[in-house]
């Protein structure tokens, strides 16, 4: 299998959330890509052992190898768009396209910021879904429970506690979600969006 490689971003200072916080998230991060590369080697040794016998095994790391993928890919969305500062929400087609989807910027935000409120670990996350032009917004739970098949996520907020409790406490989670968008770097959501299309 092929492995994959643990990106690099560049975070500067954000509202919020502290230095110390995201140097222990990122080694989160690379956990998932450790694990995603580490069961994809396992399972060829398996099969290369006796994948008759292994069986049992290697299908257990084979259900386990979502979870650690979309949390490698997660969070990659995640601190891309908290790279390389903060930037507006321009006046261009992702603008239109939220807006032809919920009606209104704002109303956009408000429905995201309440899936993002919802009780438990996970993401939420806003796709393109290409074969209807249109975006949706969903809860992850954990990392890989409610993808939403053939859409591409632009925008994924980790609601998972180690993301902001250290610096917000569990009952700061509302501000936490307001400091994200106000860290938010739009342009990288806009070229998640041209990519998409
Ligand atoms: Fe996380």
């Given at each position: 299998m092929a492995q994959f490689e643990e990106k690099k971003f560049n975070i500067g200072e954000l509202k919020g959330i502290s230095p110390k916080?995201?140097?222990?998230?990122?080694?989160?991060?690379?956990?998932?890509?450790?694990?995603?590369?580490?069961?994809?080697?396992?399972?060829?040794?398996?099969?290369?052992?006796?994948?008759?016998?292994n069986a049992y095994m290697m299908s257990e790391l084979t259900r386990r190898f979502s979870f650690e993928y979309n949390g490698m890919r997660n969070h990659e969305i995640y601190f891309d768009s908290l790279s390389h500062g903060s930037s507006p929400l321009t006046e261009g087609e992702l603008k239109k396209v939220i807006e032809g989807s919920y009606g209104s910027i704002e109303t956009f935000l408000t429905i995201f910021k309440m899936t993002a409120m919802i009780r438990g670990i996970g993401w939420a996350i806003l796709w393109y879904d290409k074969k209807n032009n249109s975006l949706l917004n969903s809860w992850v739970d954990e990392q890989h429970l409610g993808q939403l098949q053939g859409c591409t996520p632009l925008l994924a907020l980790d609601m998972w506690e180690h993301s902001y409790v250290a610096d917000y406490q569990p009952s700061g989670k509302k501000q936490y979600i307001e400091d994200f968008f106000a860290n938010l770097n739009w342009n990288k959501v806009e070229e998640n969006f041209k990519n998409a299309k």
């Open positions: 916080n995201i140097e222990e998230h990122l080694k989160l991060y690379s956990g998932y890509v450790k694990n995603a590369n580490m069961i994809g080697q396992k399972l060829y040794e398996l099969y290369e052992e006796d994948a008759e016998k």
